[in-house]
């Protein structure tokens, strides 16, 4: 297994935090690594630290939330592609943070207002806990190569990977609604039609699909 795909498998969403405070020299990786991100994106994400605030909230209790004090804002210019894409790269982040030794959970709508500052034209799209789980998540069930792709047998090495890592991504509630196609060299993604955050878990699959397969193997249709 790539050195990726162990870290997607060692991932998973944390809910509950301890207190233990992020060190200066994990932010400052954090933080370098979401600028240049955000450069790349053309995204606003933000990450606010040591902000207990936004996960105190009723809807962030019923959603299980707990001691959850640092969180990253994925926000930018509203645009049709701008919940794709802040899946796309705020899930690059929450694997660099994996990387950091730090746990994370995408959260839509469970949590409170937070402290992020947006521009004129901006959006908030979705807010991803961060920090040192008390656990470091389970393993939750996951579809089959076939109910996710038109996957064979006689499909090239780099393909399986990708699907592999696909079905490592988190989705919300689990819901795994996407669909990915091998046609020659080309792959077309494509996201549920009924379901919550379905262009975010689009993203988050394709950011995931292109670190498994290698995106020297494929072009996206």
């Known amino acids: 297994m790539s050195d990726i795909l162990k870290l997607m498998s060692a991932r998973h969403s944390v809910r509950q935090y301890t207190d233990r405070p992020i060190p200066p020299e994990v932010r400052e990786a954090l933080d370098d690594y979401a600028s240049r991100l955000n ?30 004090s640092n969180y990253i804002v994925m926000a930018g210019a509203k645009a049709p592609d701008l919940e794709e894409r802040c899946g796309f790269f705020g899930e690059l ?3 660099k943070a994996q990387e950091l030794g730090l746990n994370t ?7 409170g207002k937070s402290k992020a500052v947006l521009e004129d034209g901006e ?3 979705i807010i991803i806990a961060l920090g040192y789980g008390k656990t470091q998540g389970a393993k939750r069930k996951s579809k089959s190569y076939r109910q996710v792709s038109n996957i064979t047998e006689d499909s090239p090495e780099w393909f399986k990977r990708g699907v ?11 819901q795994q609604k996407f669909w990915l196609e091998l046609d020659g060299g080309t792959v077309t993604a494509k996201a549920g039609r009924l379901g919550a955050c379905l262009q975010i878990d689009l993203g988050i699959v394709k950011c995931h699909f292109a670190l498994g397969a290698g ?5 996206w249709g």
């Open 215 to 219: 995106t020297e193997n494929f072009k």
């Open 164 to 174: 592999r890592a696909a079905l490592l991504a988190p989705t919300a509630v689990n």
């Open 93 to 95: 982040l929450v694997l």
């Open 123 to 125: 959006k908030e799209v």
């Open 105 to 111: 959970c995408w959260a839509a709508l469970t949590h």
């Open 39 to 68: 450069e790349a994106a053309d995204l606003h994400m933000q990450i606010l630290y040591d902000e207990p605030d936004c996960f105190s909230s009723r809807m962030a209790r019923y959603g299980k939330f707990e001691g959850c």
